[in-house]
């Protein structure tokens, strides 16, 4: 099935201790980029990538960092999670820059 | 600034009857405009999308946009709601000159009964 998984999809961490959210792709797509959701502000793009070791950043890139190592994987770090980084996240990946987005169910951080 | 507007937090109808969700935009060069709708805890579903060509649009579950460049709208709409549809719909703008998008704050459509 043609998908895009993350891992975890719920996290519960303290301020100052380092993350990773993985995100994988099984459709071959060249793009992929993260997104974060909160209530009232829509989706807002982190990161973006375009190919293996491309990336650059989006709206709101600060406190994120992210590698494109393999094609199907763009994993979302963060080095010192803050409580205002609580947030839903989602991943996405598209075939081509026209193409219609696919996104990942979701992982809800949660920093005290 | 370049920015998304859907200016209906929520939107309300009849079972039945045309629904309009509301989208306009402000950003430089030509636009790739796309629609996606999200239901309860769950990701993302892409809609439509307007890359060139006609200005009307027609996408899954009977959906269809119009694109108006001259008033930078494009308006979901779908001539006869389902209960069904009741969801979070997200208007989205990728930009022309990079794989950047700007998303608009979302839009609950809540069909009643």
């Known amino acids: 099935e043609a998908q895009v998984t993350q891992n975890p999809r719920y996290l519960i961490t303290v301020t100052g201790k380092k993350l990773t959210v993985t995100c994988s792709q099984n459709?071959?797509?060249?793009?992929m980029s993260w997104y974060r959701q909160d209530p009232g502000l829509g989706l807002r793009q982190i990161y973006y990538?375009?190919?293996?070791?491309?990336?650059d950043k989006g709206d709101v890139p600060e406190g994120y960092k992210v590698s494109r190592k393999e094609k199907r994987n763009f994993p979302l770090i963060l080095e010192s999670p803050s409580p205002n980084q609580t947030s839903l996240y989602f991943c996405a990946s598209s075939l081509g820059g026209d193409d219609e987005q696919y996104f990942g169910p979701g992982t809800r951080l949660t920093v005290t | 600034a370049q920015s998304v507007a859907q200016p209906e937090d929520q939107v309300n109808v009849a079972e039945g009857n045309p629904l309009t969700v509301k989208c306009t935009y402000s950003?430089?060069?030509?636009?790739?405009l796309f629609w996606y709708v999200q239901y309860p805890n769950r990701g993302l579903q892409f809609l439509l999308k307007y890359i060139t060509g006609d200005n009307l649009v027609k996408g899954s579950y009977g959906f269809e946009a119009e694109f108006n460049k001259s008033q930078t709208s494009f308006h979901l709409k779908k001539p006869s709601a389902l209960v069904s549809d009741s969801a979070l719909y997200f208007c989205?703008?990728?930009?022309?000159?990079?794989?950047?998008?700007?998303f608009g704050t979302g839009t609950r459509l809540k069909v009643l009964a």
């Open positions: 459709m071959n797509h060249e793009y």
């Open positions: 990538s375009m190919n293996v070791e491309v990336t």
């Open positions: 989205a703008v990728r930009l022309a000159f990079a794989y950047k998008y700007i």
């Open positions: 950003v430089s060069g030509n636009p790739y």
